[in-house]
């Protein structure tokens, strides 16, 4: 048989050589320093630049988690606030017949004595609380806070619908949450009433 071309000897072939290209040493953790910015190019890494890229991740990662608390603080003491004022605003309601006797009871003429005393300390405490009394003769009507219970008559001076009677006051809280709307007379605007002209006497 004729040998090869180029004598008996094999042809010599080049070492395989892998290339662990993994950032961290598998076995001491550390970022290895062919896997910095540069290495690829040839470029030899900073001293230290290893050190710095994981000081700014920690740095990242304390920025992130203070945002998160801040905004947790933020939500909590928000529900804390809602929750007080849903409290406020469930006791101030349970008070509202009493207050509307206490009302009613010196519109005629009742509220005397030591009855007095209590009446005006439990509406102190309620205004101290922030419950507000909705309702005034000559407001303009609002549906937000007056609930029309009758209709009154036209009133020629206004040019827009207006309480003409306050037949049981409303109640907001300092939040503007209404307890309760104001029950009134819906007075209409209505045409100006003509004078008719005097008449003249006949000479």
Do not use: C
């Amino acid at each position: 048989m004729t040998a090869p071309h180029g004598g008996g000897h094999e042809p010599e072939h080049e070492p395989i050589v892998v290339h662990d290209r993994r950032r961290l040493d598998p076995q001491t953790g550390e970022v290895r320093p062919d896997a910095q910015p540069g290495a690829a190019s040839g470029e030899a890494a900073p001293a230290g630049a290893g050190a710095v890229s994981r000081e700014d991740e920690l740095l990242a990662d304390l920025q992130r988690v203070t945002a998160e608390y801040a905004n947790y603080r933020k939500r909590a003491d928000r529900d804390r606030l809602d929750a007080a004022e849903a409290a406020t605003a469930r006791l101030l309601e349970g008070l509202l017949p009493l207050l509307d006797a206490i009302e009613l009871a010196r519109q005629h003429g009742d509220l005397e004595g030591p009855f007095k005393g209590v009446g005006e300390s439990l509406e102190a405490f309620a205004e101290r609380q922030g419950l507000e009394r909705l309702g005034t003769v000559g407001d303009v009507f609002d549906p937000t806070v007056h609930h029309a219970l009758m209709q009154a008559p036209e009133d020629p001076s206004a040019s827009v619908a207006v309480v003409a009677q306050v037949l049981q006051p409303g109640w907001r809280v300092a939040s503007g949450r209404v307890l309760r709307p104001a029950g009134v007379a819906v007075a209409e605007p209505g045409a100006p009433v003509i004078e008719p002209a005097p008449e003249t006497p006949a000479e």
